[in-house]
């Protein structure tokens, strides 16, 4: 009697297991990535037929493994919807109100984990007005929830959301002004997936091959106890199950947490954004991201140089771009309120290289060369065609050093003619090198014409950002 009481309880959960499942990230009111072949993954009996019926006129259909597991491609049309995606197995699932556009990943650590709503005693410039303006069918929400795993992941939890005054204002703040940018200006659905923690590093996002073959003083974590900032348990947790979903692609806020050491950073980082683009198989995707905002009362140990490291990964990491922000930091909080210009500055680069809009400018002004006249030095710069301007605010933060290598406090004038910034100091009679913003708090004061701030830079380290040396 017992042994055929367990034969019916093993039948039961083989029954009630062998049903149709998709991977969780594909659920109503989701956005597929347009105009390509996405994947679509999932479960059932062990060798059995799947067949996908998308009701934009594409169908697909794909066997089981052993395991139960399936996964296949179909194809996706121009933007539009809504549509349904049925998935006919031992069971039959149907999606509703499923949307073709433009899917991006929104990642990091606090600042981009931020939602519109603002934190405890954190408040966002526009927040209310901004919550109470979101309804809006075209864009779209996911938020992957914190989760951490010593191994990868295959599924998640979470939902899709359609933007509300209430979906919005719990959603990444960065992310919905990134992404409401995007959906206005091409009149296209936008999915958002929001995978974020706070006061993470980028070591914990990325994965073990990686940390273990190119960062091996991390191995010492995985003999411990694993919490967030673990090495590669948020890779496993919340990026691995999203892969191989179709994404446009990333758009990253984080450095904080990796601060202490700028020169490891400055090799993680670009590890870490090719780690993600080969494991999603879509080629070099875009990934932009934002340099650290100013903030601190007394210089922040690593601030500066964080910056840099991040500066030399635009530069040099083909497909990124860097949204500056030196001009709207917050000498008292670690999160700057102004979100907006956060989000629209990564947009710019989004529109400008990905949806080839003309005519806006995307970069904020980026050193170019150094010309020593005399006592001065002349700077010029690029991303700044009608040259440079202060936007009416007095030129500070500028250094200046001679032979020896001792940066003293530099005046600075910009020369309209000439497109040039001219740096000098009484105590430096022959200089070599100029830096500017090269400490953890600064207000911003060099922009081109379109308001974009100039990037923290040193022309003592230039040829080492370029590899030119």
Not at 200 to 205: F, K, L, V
Request: positive net charge; proline residues 4%.
């Amino acid at each position: 009697m017992r042994n055929l009481y367990l034969m019916i309880l093993c039948l039961f959960v083989y029954t009630t297991n062998a049903q149709t499942q998709l991977a969780n990230i594909f659920n109503d009111h989701m956005v597929l990535q347009r105009n390509t072949n996405v994947h679509i993954w999932g479960t059932d009996t062990p060798k059995s037929t799947i067949e996908i019926i998308g009701s934009w006129g594409e169908k697909a259909s794909v066997t089981t493994d052993a395991n139960g597991k399936w996964k296949t491609t179909i194809k996706t049309l121009k933007a539009g919807g809504p549509y349904t995606l049925e998935v006919k197995g031992s069971e039959n699932v149907t999606l509703k109100d499923v949307l073709l556009g433009e899917v991006w990943l929104c990642g990091g650590q606090s600042n981009m984990a931020m939602a519109l709503r603002g934190n405890v005693g954190q408040h966002i410039e526009g927040s209310n007005r901004a919550i109470l303006n979101s309804t809006n069918s075209n864009l779209r929400f996911f938020t992957v929830p914190t989760t951490v795993s010593e191994v990868p992941l295959d599924d998640l939890k979470g939902n899709w959301e359609v933007s509300t005054p209430k979906t919005a204002a719990a959603f990444s703040a960065v992310g919905y002004f990134f992404g409401k940018m995007i959906q206005e200006h091409l009149g296209v659905p936008v999915g958002l997936i929001s995978s974020n923690v706070g006061g993470t590093p980028a070591q914990a996002w990325t994965s073990k091959e990686v940390i273990s073959s190119e960062f091996p003083e991390f191995n010492k974590d995985f003999s411990k106890k694993i919490n967030t900032k673990t090495a590669t348990v948020l890779y496993n947790g919340m990026i691995h199950p999203l892969i191989p979903y179709g994404i446009k692609g990333a758009i990253w806020y984080q450095g904080e947490a990796n601060r202490w050491n700028a020169e490891q950073y400055s090799r993680l980082f670009p590890a870490m954004i090719k780690n993600w683009r080969d494991q999603f198989k879509q080629g070099d995707f875009p990934f932009y991201f934002v340099q650290l905002a100013p903030y601190g009362y007394k210089d922040l140990e690593g601030w500066a140089q964080l910056q840099q490291s991040q500066l030399k990964t635009m530069l040099t990491v083909p497909s990124t771009g860097m949204a500056v922000i030196n001009d709207i930091g917050y000498k008292t909080r670690i999160h700057p309120p102004k979100k907006r210009e956060v989000g629209e500055r990564l947009a710019f680069w989004a529109l400008a290289k990905d949806y080839n809009v003309e005519g806006i400018t995307y970069s904020g002004p980026t050193y170019k060369a150094v010309k020593i006249e005399k006592n001065k030095a002349l700077i010029s710069f690029n991303h700044a065609a009608l040259g440079i301007t202060s936007l009416g605010k007095p030129l500070t933060n500028f250094e200046i050093s001679g032979e020896n290598g001792v940066f003293y406090p530099a005046e600075a004038k910009i020369i309209m003619k000439e497109k040039l910034l001219q740096v000098w100091s009484d105590k430096v009679a022959k200089p070599k090198n100029v830096r500017y913003g090269f400490t953890s708090y600064i207000d911003g004061c060099l922009f081109n014409n379109a308001g974009l701030p100039a990037s923290a830079f040193s022309t003592e380290d230039w040829n080492v950002i370029l590899k030119l040396n």
